[in-house]
């Protein structure tokens, strides 16, 4: 899924001759590889960017693991099975792409533990209904879809990597939620009345992904020039209003903001304001599960310390056993 | 949490390709690396074979004397096809 809101780490000015090259590399449209010179605000704030992405992959599990057990058919507990697979997966890609930059996996394990680091605000949200599988493929994972397409395009080859098999992956995301959300509009009353209030809880929050509007972001102009953001929050939140809008209509479920309307001087659908108190709110801990989310990734780790336990055990029995 | 080392996971996408480098992982050993990458690199007929490298014996060259090495190979273009002049009504060349 995905990631939001990280500022660049450095300063622009009294440029070094080095950090000149190395800006040259980047407007030349070369790739950054991992052992290649790179200043250390592009090296932190890749750091914290990567690594805040794959806790958010790895939080974003649990919401839809919430459901796994409900799903209503066999084929939607598999297909549900699959996407949390999946997002599991995109966060080793993930974790594997940080590290590249000389971070270890345990000190990002242990700063996620310990509460230190973000994920999305999105993934502290309550799962109440079945539309809510529904509604995060096609909405939550279709935002990360727009964010992700263009960093498959960054100038940092490991994270532009790991980029592409997620976006790979992450389109039969959104294409299972839009299924769920079909079949429920055109279902019983109370069927379409579930997809609405889902879509009435998820709308807002789901805006609220791509980050604090540009004119609070002061650090998009130095991400954006090292190519590590390709686009700014307002843009992308904007492409997404655009492309979903028309999506809602075919569903024929109503995007709760009276404000929404097409602008065809603009060619852009108008949209009301966010409140971003919320958003606020929940990045400092104080949304709906917050606590929830923290409490279950600690008592996973902590059920699953003898199974690593027992690995590195056989590891080194084995290893003793060959050297006999 | 201690890490596990590091491992480079290969993978062969069809027979008679070559192995191309997919990513890592961490696993305590090279048989649950194995097994691990199959769950994380191949989840989607990715692969029909799977090489598991530690990170740590891979010894590679230096980005910064990239120009020295790979300079000798840029000063020889006589090494490409393209650089000959071929009459049009000469064929099979």
């Known amino acids: 899924m995905y990631t939001q809101m990280v500022e660049a780490v450095g300063e622009q000015n009294g440029e070094t001759a080095q950090e000149r090259h190395f800006q040259a590399r980047i407007d030349a449209g070369q790739t950054i590889e991992a052992k290649d010179w790179m200043p250390e605000g592009y090296r932190k704030t890749l750091i914290r960017q990567i690594s805040q992405h794959a806790h958010s992959e790895i939080v974003g599990q649990l919401p839809e693991a919430n459901w796994i057990t409900r799903a209503p058919t066999l084929r939607r507990k598999a297909i549900l099975l699959a996407k949390v697979q999946d997002e599991a997966g995109h966060g080793l890609y993930l974790y594997g792409a940080a590290e590249t930059l000389g971070v270890s996996r345990s000190q990002l394990v242990d700063d996620l533990l310990a509460g230190k680091a973000k994920y999305s605000s999105i993934f502290n949200y309550p799962t109440l209904t079945w539309a809510d599988m529904g509604t995060i493929g096609w909405l939550v994972d279709g935002a990360a879809i727009m964010n992700q397409i263009p960093l498959c395009r960054c100038s940092y080859g490991p994270y532009a990597r790991a980029m592409i098999r997620i976006c790979k992956e992450e389109s039969f995301h959104q294409r299972q939620g839009f299924e769920i959300m079909t079949i429920l509009s055109q279902g019983t009353s109370e069927q379409r009345a579930m997809a609405q209030d889902a879509l009435d809880r998820w709308w807002w929050p789901s805006l609220m992904m791509f980050g604090p509007p540009d004119a609070e972001s002061p650090h998009t102009a130095q991400s954006k020039r090292w190519k590590i953001k390709l686009l700014t929050n307002d843009e992308l939140r904007q492409r997404f209003v655009d492309q979903t809008a028309p999506q809602a209509d075919y569903l024929r479920l109503k995007i709760p903001d009276p404000a929404l309307r097409w602008n065809a001087s603009a060619g852009h659908y108008d949209f009301g304001p966010i409140d971003w108190a919320e958003f606020y709110n929940v990045i400092k801990g104080n949304g709906p599960c917050n606590r929830d989310r923290m409490r279950a990734r600690r008592t996973a780790n902590d059920d699953g310390a003898w199974v690593r336990a027992a690995a590195t055990e056989y590891a080194q029995k084995r290893k003793a056993e060959r050297a006999a | ?93």
């Open chain 2, 1 to 93: 949490m201690n890490d596990w080392p590091l491992w480079e996971v290969f993978i062969r996408s069809q027979n008679g390709l070559a192995h191309k480098h997919a990513g890592s992982l961490h696993a305590p050993d090279a048989e649950m690396a194995v097994k691990n990458a199959r769950d994380v690199y191949t989840r989607r007929n990715e692969g029909v074979s799977i090489w598991v490298v530690r990170s740590a014996d891979i010894y590679a060259s230096d980005p910064g004397e990239k120009e020295e090495l790979f300079e000798p190979a840029k000063s020889k273009v006589y090494r490409h096809p393209t650089f000959y002049k071929v009459p049009e009504e000469v064929k099979h060349l």
